[in-house]
């Protein structure tokens, strides 16, 4: 099976030695060919959320060229593929450039969700020690629909003892452009996120979508609080001691 890697922008920036080697390895261990189309850029979520939809549509047509000859698109972002699942809407007057974006939004997934949904695998043979919570992002779970993947993924990780995150539901305060234009209601919110994250006494907070985990973590780490933040991907990758 091949499939196509989106990094995302934060993932090529930020986390490409960790989050984005761990996404190759997994899926190539997991019988997957992968290849990562060097013409990929932001999927324009920003601009898209932020109003310019004229704008966000030519960077739609750049991805949508991108990545038409693909077989399968894998994300380490649930939040980036449900922006990819936004191109039919953003072309609904265009029906040329509205089928295109339905063919991209058809084939793309996030990482958890393509594995149990697509490779039909729930134990990748993964190994992690921890004390472990798990933030569900809102896009992935609101905009996506994905809940259940991750957990299935996480449940048979050997030696992870997992404890849910009270208040799941809420927004650690990222919302993109939100965290920008409204700086002091999104501190509260990731306070608020550190807050429940230390009631469950987790050595490791786990995530899905690389903007809540840098928020979540640089909150983390400015108040000292000894908690590692990692991306699933990370843990689906690690195998013990």
């Given amino acids: 099976m091949k499939v196509s890697l989106f990094l995302t922008c934060l993932a090529d920036v930020v986390y490409p030695a960790s989050v984005g080697q761990s996404t190759v390895e997994v899926l190539e261990r997991l019988g997957c060919e992968v290849d990562f189309p060097k013409k990929q850029t932001c999927c324009g979520q920003p601009a898209f959320n932020s109003g310019f939809h004229r704008e966000s549509k030519e960077v739609a047509q750049h991805m949508i060229k991108t990545f038409e000859h693909a077989e399968y698109v894998v994300s380490p972002s649930g939040s980036c593929v449900s922006m ?15 089928d295109r974006a339905s063919q991209l939004a058809d084939k793309s997934y996030e990482l958890t969700q393509f594995i149990v949904e697509v490779l039909k695998v729930e134990d990748v043979g993964a190994e992690l020690e921890a004390n472990v919570t798990y933030h569900t992002s809102c896009h992935m779970t609101r905009l996506l629909g994905v809940r259940d993947a991750p957990m299935k993924l996480l449940a048979n990780v050997k030696g992870l003892k997992f404890t849910e995150l009270p208040n799941k539901q809420q927004c650690c305060g990222f919302g993109g452009t939100f965290s920008v234009k ?43 609080k000894p908690v590692k933040v990692m991306h699933i991907a990370e843990v689906l990758n690690s195998q013990g001691s």
């Avoid at 072309?91 to 040329?96: E, I, K, L, Q």
């Avoid at 230390?198 to 640089?218: F, H, Y």
Wanted: hydrophobic share 40%.
């Fill in 182 to 224: 409204m700086v002091p209601i999104s501190e509260q919110m990731v306070n608020e996120k550190v807050e429940h994250i230390e009631e469950t006494n987790a050595d490791v907070l786990i995530g899905a979508d690389l903007g809540c985990l840098m928020n979540i973590g640089g909150r983390i780490e400015r108040q000292g």
């Fill in 84 to 98: 990819l699942k936004e191109y039919p809407h953003l072309f609904a007057d265009d029906p040329d450039w509205a």
